[in-house]
């Protein structure tokens, strides 16, 4: 497979006179390629916009390598741009000029053709609306606005940002749809979002950051696997004889209401077989795996404490990664080192 | 060539500059109705009385030089009610840059020739304003919102995009003025054929305007080049506004003042202000207080600060912010 977007050892910290330093992204690595469906999480605050911006020339990163298609960004960027859709963040567009006016300038700006405005409007949904000022659009049809600046291009690589943000429960939707149909036709997209249940649903590699450091990644059910605790939820007439018997077995029981969850189980023969035995009949034997929210609450630490406020630098440092890459790559053809 | 076309067209559709646009219009439309109110076209007699008039000063003047070689040459007693000058070709009526004119003594009409000047400085002055606004709220805006970042994911290369938005503002700028302060011009001119008089339209006189003119519309691309400069050095259109205000009360008022207390001779010479008049108008003659201190003999305390002086300093203001804009906009964290 090719690697449409590599960062290796990215670090960007911002300085300010009144608040000082602040890494926000710490030797930070990605690797998306070509015809995944790649989703970037993390909590607020934990470097993903930092490096989308970096990725795309927006910021300066202090070290690191970074190449998008091939070659080096942001210094050779340039040359592959016209193959690159990108929203980061939400983008602000002028109030006064109508979608379709939007759109075309961009066109024209970008030597796309102004055929295709009146295409990604469709694509969008917003093909009634898109005459219509851009003021009096709600954030939802906003996003769609910014969703459709990208695919103006007809990228092969599209970086979308939250690109969920706002939309409602059927926009969102569409928005899964749009990506898929977008990846079952090449196109490999690179989404961040907080919606931890869309991303499990589109995407089929994960990348996770936190406090400027990747904590994970790999595909979505490789990363799951590696927090699957073997658990199984029991559903039993008798569960405090059951926990009695699985605990003589040797399998770690605990007891909830009107269940129980057994621990470590790698097959599931075992419970049933044990509990049969001793005339224990199941009713409910359900495997209890992790969710991407769930792993994601893990890893960053960002679970919600009843116990006090969590604030947003709260979350999991993960492990320093290697020796910072110096980049002292003066290589003209941009090929990756082994 | 195509990102300076959309350029224009984002340019011409805010509605900050419509705005400044209807502005501009009305603001001549009331001048030039105000003008059209107030004037006549001076009848044959009125003529007859203003020549007259103009004949006479002319006549006076040439007395005054008479007695003065007269009283030099020791033919006449000096009358101690006399003011003569040292060398009386200073005030020989032949030397005169203009003599008194019938147009001079034409009252409630308008008169193109003596008008021109003061209507063209006018017109420059809000056109200046307009370039400082424009320029500072159409870079300004779009750094605040993120126009400029929507448009870096399309054409990554910041100097070429803020290249064609300066060319755009500037080419915007330069075409608009050029034609609006023509049209200003043209109108009072014509006011002047049909509801006052022309006054004496030679050479010289179209030559001079024309340099006003041209220095003006100069004079406008700076100005939107600062407010351009110093919006994107401040990310915010306010940041050029705020700047100017404070150039203004902070350098202009504050420092001449204590350039004065100080005993500064030549305060007028670190003023922006200075320049600029001295651009728009040729030259500008300044006074130095401490120039003539000993009050002994004749002392001319003037002083002047030509085109080219202005020219060179103007330039270097407007070439430095333009310059450090692109050297910043290129190296900064668009976040």
């Known amino acids: 497979m090719t690697a449409v977007i590599e960062i290796e050892g990215l670090r960007k910290s911002f300085r300010s006179l009144r608040r000082g330093r602040r890494v926000a992204v710490d030797g930070f690595d990605l690797s998306v390629e070509a015809g995944q469906v790649h989703g970037f999480l993390g909590p607020n605050g934990s470097g993903k916009t930092t490096t989308l911006r970096a990725l795309l020339g927006l910021v300066r990163a202090d070290g690191g390598r970074m190449r998008v298609l091939g070659v080096d960004s942001p210094r050779r960027l340039p040359e592959v741009a016209g193959r690159v859709g990108a929203i980061v963040e939400s983008p602000q567009f002028f109030g006064n000029f109508t979608a379709h006016r939007t759109l075309r300038l961009l066109a024209v700006a970008g030597g796309v053709p102004t055929g295709r405005v009146d295409e990604?409007?469709?694509?969008?949904?917003?093909?009634?609306?898109?005459?219509?000022?851009?003021?009096?659009?709600?954030?939802?049809?906003?996003?769609?606005?910014?969703?459709?600046?990208?695919?103006?291009?007809?990228?092969?690589?599209?970086?979308?940002d939250e690109p969920a943000n706002g939309l409602d429960p059927a926009g969102i939707r569409e928005m899964r749809d749009l990506t898929r149909s977008l990846a079952a036709a090449g196109v490999t997209v690179l989404i961040s979002s907080h919606i931890l249940g869309e991303i499990q649903l589109i995407c089929d590699h994960v990348t996770i950051i936190s406090r400027g450091r990747r904590a994970a990644t790999g595909p979505v059910d490789e990363v799951l696997a590696g927090f699957d605790r073997h658990e199984w939820r029991i559903g039993i007439a008798d569960p405090d004889r059951a926990a009695a018997v699985l605990g003589a077995a040797g399998v770690t029981?605990?007891?909830?209401?009107?269940?129980?969850?057994?621990?470590?189980?790698?097959?599931?023969?075992?419970?049933?077989?044990?509990?049969?035995?001793?005339?224990?009949?199941?009713?409910?034997?359900?495997?209890?795996?992790?969710?991407?929210?769930?792993?994601?609450?893990?890893?960053?630490?960002?679970?919600?404490?009843?116990?006090?406020?969590?604030?947003?630098?709260?979350?999991?440092?993960?492990?320093?990664?290697?020796?910072?890459?110096?980049?002292?790559?003066?290589r003209q053809n941009g090929e990756v080192p082994a | 060539m195509n990102l300076i076309r959309a350029e224009l067209e984002r340019l011409a559709a805010r509605r900050f500059v419509q705005l400044m646009v209807v502005l501009l219009l009305a603001a001549f439309a009331v001048a030039a109705a105000t003008t059209v109110a107030d004037s006549h076209r001076p009848s044959a007699a009125e003529l007859e009385q203003a020549q007259s008039q103009a004949a006479v000063q002319i006549a006076h003047l040439e007395a005054t030089h008479e007695r003065c070689l007269r009283v030099k040459a020791g033919q006449?007693?000096?009358?101690?009610?006399?003011?003569?000058?040292?060398?009386?070709?200073?005030?020989?009526?032949?030397?005169?840059?203009?003599?008194?004119?019938?147009?001079?003594?034409?009252?409630?009409?308008?008169?193109?020739?003596?008008?021109?000047?003061?209507?063209?400085?006018?017109?420059?002055?809000?056109?200046?304003?307009?370039?400082?606004?424009?320029?500072?709220?159409?870079?300004?805006?779009?750094?605040?919102?993120?126009?400029?970042?929507?448009?870096?994911?399309?054409?990554?290369?910041?100097?070429?995009?803020?290249?064609?938005?300066?060319?755009?503002?500037?080419?915007?700028?330069?075409?608009?003025?050029?034609?609006?302060?023509?049209?200003?011009?043209?109108?009072?001119?014509?006011?002047?054929?049909?509801?006052?008089?022309?006054?004496?339209?030679?050479?010289?006189?179209?030559?001079?305007?024309?340099?006003?003119?041209?220095?003006?519309?100069?004079?406008?691309?700076?100005?939107?080049?600062?407010?351009?400069?110093?919006?994107?050095?401040?990310?915010?259109?306010?940041?050029?506004?705020?700047?100017?205000?404070?150039?203004?009360?902070?350098?202009?008022?504050?420092?001449?003042?204590?350039?004065?207390?100080?005993?500064?001779?030549?305060?007028?010479?670190?003023?922006?202000?200075?320049?600029?008049?001295?651009?728009?108008?040729?030259?500008?003659?300044?006074?130095?207080?401490?120039?003539?201190?000993?009050?002994?003999?004749?002392?001319?305390?003037?002083?002047?600060?030509?085109?080219?002086?202005?020219?060179?300093?103007?330039?270097?203001?407007?070439?430095?912010?333009?310059?450090?804009?692109?050297?910043?906009?290129?190296?900064?964290?668009?976040?």
């Open chain 1, 120 to 160: 990604v409007l469709e694509q969008v949904g917003l093909r009634d609306r898109g005459h219509e000022r851009v003021r009096g659009y709600s954030l939802g049809m906003k996003q769609r606005l910014a969703v459709a600046s990208a695919l103006l291009k007809g990228p092969e690589l599209l970086i979308l």
């Open chain 1, 253 to 330: 029981v605990a007891e909830h209401d009107d269940h129980l969850v057994a621990h470590g189980v790698a097959d599931p023969e075992l419970i049933s077989r044990t509990l049969g035995e001793q005339g224990l009949w199941v009713r409910e034997l359900t495997p209890l795996r992790p969710d991407l929210e769930s792993v994601f609450l893990e890893l960053t630490g960002s679970a919600p404490d009843p116990a006090a406020s969590r604030q947003v630098d709260d979350v999991t440092l993960p492990p320093a990664p290697r020796e910072p890459v110096i980049d002292l790559d003066v």
């Open chain 2, 76 to 335: 006449l007693p000096l009358d101690e009610n006399d003011y003569l000058p040292a060398d009386c070709a200073e005030i020989d009526p032949a030397r005169m840059a203009q003599l008194p004119v019938a147009t001079d003594f034409l009252d409630g009409v308008f008169v193109f020739a003596n008008q021109a000047r003061p209507l063209l400085y006018t017109v420059v002055a809000f056109l200046m304003l307009f370039g400082l606004l424009v320029g500072a709220s159409y870079i300004g805006a779009d750094l605040n919102s993120g126009g400029v970042v929507n448009l870096l994911l399309w054409r990554p290369r910041r100097e070429e995009v803020l290249r064609a938005k300066l060319t755009a503002l500037t080419g915007v700028l330069l075409g608009f003025s050029a034609l609006t302060s023509a049209a200003y011009l043209g109108v009072f001119w014509l006011i002047g054929q049909a509801g006052g008089t022309p006054g004496r339209l030679d050479g010289e006189f179209w030559a001079g305007l024309g340099g006003s003119y041209g220095r003006g519309l100069v004079a406008v691309l700076f100005a939107g080049a600062i407010g351009f400069a110093v919006a994107t050095l401040g990310r915010h259109t306010s940041a050029a506004l705020g700047t100017v205000v404070a150039y203004l009360v902070v350098w202009e008022l504050g420092a001449r003042l204590v350039f004065g207390v100080l005993g500064s001779g030549r305060p007028d010479r670190v003023m922006l202000s200075s320049y600029l008049f001295a651009w728009l108008s040729g030259e500008v003659r300044l006074w130095d207080g401490y120039a003539c201190g000993d009050g002994a003999g004749f002392c001319d305390g003037f002083y002047t600060l030509g085109w080219p002086e202005a020219l060179v300093v103007l330039l270097a203001l407007t070439g430095g912010l333009v310059g450090a804009a692109f050297v910043l906009f290129r190296r900064r964290d668009l976040i």
